[in-house]
């Protein structure tokens, strides 16, 4: 693993389904973020965490949840899945005050 | 008033051209500015970033602050076509629990051969 992954790196659901987008680095950075964006709304940050066992809601966090079991995994999970949630999703890490993306998951809901 | 302002363009320029990005904020606990590259379906990418008022040149990218005016800007001198991307500022109070980034929403260039 270079980095940080993401999958799926694109998913159809449907409206009402269970969706866990999952994130993974191997930087051993402590800080990981969810972010999603949207066309003409930017970059909005749903979940942060700063270190393994600690989480904190960003801006837009209904909806979503995220744990952080371990240093390298931040799960991003959507209990019940809204059209309003189709959006692109981006996992980051922070090294001092530098953020690092994954390449995204692209998710649609029907 | 957002937080930070930024004129989504999109901002077409011929190749070889100078080209000027700009973001404006209105939090003057900001000490941290950054400036990201997005290409299309891809992860931004950090370009660089300053801390505090000031100048930073890295090879053909220049960053300014001016934390008088909570302005910032990023200039790309001799555009390459590879330079095509959105551009996205940035901004954070600091490392640690205030390491969260504002973003603003990202400026299209389209830079033409």
């Known amino acids: 693993i270079a980095g940080i992954t993401q999958a799926p790196t694109s998913q159809i659901l449907a409206a009402g389904r269970r969706m866990t987008l999952r994130c993974t680095q191997d930087m051993r950075h402590n800080a990981m973020y969810w972010y999603r964006q949207d066309l003409g709304l930017g970059l909005r940050l749903i979940h942060y965490?700063?270190?393994?066992?600690?989480?904190g809601k960003g801006e837009v966090p209904d909806g979503y949840s995220v744990s952080r079991a371990n240093t390298d995994d931040f799960p991003l999970t959507l209990a019940s899945a809204v059209p309003s949630q189709t959006s692109v999703y981006f996992c980051?890490?922070?090294?001092?005050?530098?953020?690092?993306f994954g390449p995204g998951t692209r998710l649609t809901v029907l | 008033q957002k937080e930070v302002e930024q004129d989504p363009g999109p901002l077409s320029v011929p190749e070889g051209a100078i080209v000027s990005l700009n973001c404006t904020y209105s939090?003057?606990?900001?000490?941290?500015f950054m400036w990201y590259r997005q290409y299309s379906r891809k992860g931004p990418e950090l370009l660089m970033y300053t801390y505090s008022s000031g100048n930073k040149e890295d090879g053909r990218f220049t960053a300014q602050v001016d934390k008088s005016s909570k302005y910032i800007s990023l200039f790309i001198r001799d555009s390459q076509p590879s330079d095509s991307a959105t551009y996205l500022c940035a901004m954070t109070r600091g490392g640690g629990s205030q390491g969260n980034l504002i973003f603003g929403k990202g400026t299209k260039l389209s830079v033409k051969p």
């Open positions: 965490s700063n270190t393994a066992g600690t989480t």
């Open positions: 980051a890490t922070r090294r001092g005050v530098e953020q690092f």
């Open positions: 939090n003057s606990a900001f000490q941290y």
